[in-house]
């Protein structure tokens, strides 16, 4: 059985990896639908990530929009060095940046904490993994995702940024350190303090709710 399986997984990977870039290779060629699968497979993350980023999700729409005119006008200089998805978060981290210090200079009320933070496909399925794996009843692990994603924005951004992109989009730790500018050790220890930052604030918002 492990033997016959093995393949298949294999195929399965390098579908994914081909797979982009084919849809890269069709946007240089100026293929319409190219762009149009790769907005639906990468805007709710994109999304998701300018959201950390800027606190605000009217913002995050500005940004995301301007990060894919950006890919458009850069495709033919993408060298493939990084996955796409590493690409894609540079550009759009790039620009988030940029945004949030423009918010700040003009004084922006903090609108971090809204309503519905997150579309129906953007929004998270299931908690992070340091909690989802110590959940056995799965409405309490739903539960437990609504209360992550309303407490994330207490997090610093830079603990946010790397506890979204290491627990939710699943890149890799050089990748994140790359992407937040930081050294991987730096990486390491604002994975753990927004983790433990994301407990503390869970563990004080359930006492509540049991008060």
Do not use: C
């Not at 492990?2 to 946007?27: F, K, M, N, Q």
């Not at 759009?92 to 918010?103: F, G, I, K, M, V």
């Not at 609108?111 to 908690?127: I, L, N």
């Amino acid at each position: 059985m492990v033997e016959s399986s093995a393949p298949t997984l294999i195929a399965l990977a390098s579908w994914r990896v081909d797979d982009d870039g084919e849809l890269v290779d069709r946007l240089r060629a100026g293929d319409e639908s190219a762009f149009v699968a790769l907005v639906a497979k990468y805007q709710p993350r994109m999304l998701r990530l300018a959201e950390a980023t800027v606190g605000s999700r009217a913002v995050a729409e500005e940004v995301t929009q301007d990060a894919w005119i950006a890919v458009l006008r850069g495709v033919d200089g993408f060298e493939g060095r990084s996955s796409l998805k590493t690409w894609l978060f540079h550009i759009l981290l790039n620009r988030a940046r940029s945004a949030a210090r423009r918010e700040q200079r003009a004084g922006r009320p903090d609108d971090a904490v809204v309503e519905d933070r997150f579309d129906t496909s953007g929004a998270w399925a299931t908690p992070p993994e340091p909690w989802a794996d110590r959940v056995d009843d799965r409405l309490l692990a739903a539960d437990l995702a609504d209360r992550v994603q309303q407490l994330l924005p207490e997090l610093p951004d830079s603990q946010r940024q790397v506890l979204v992109l290491r627990d939710v989009e699943g890149l890799s730790a050089g990748d994140v350190a790359g992407l937040v500018g930081v050294t991987d050790g730096n990486q390491r220890v604002l994975l753990h303090r927004g983790r433990a930052r994301l407990r503390q604030l869970l563990a004080a918002d359930m006492g509540k709710g049991s008060a």
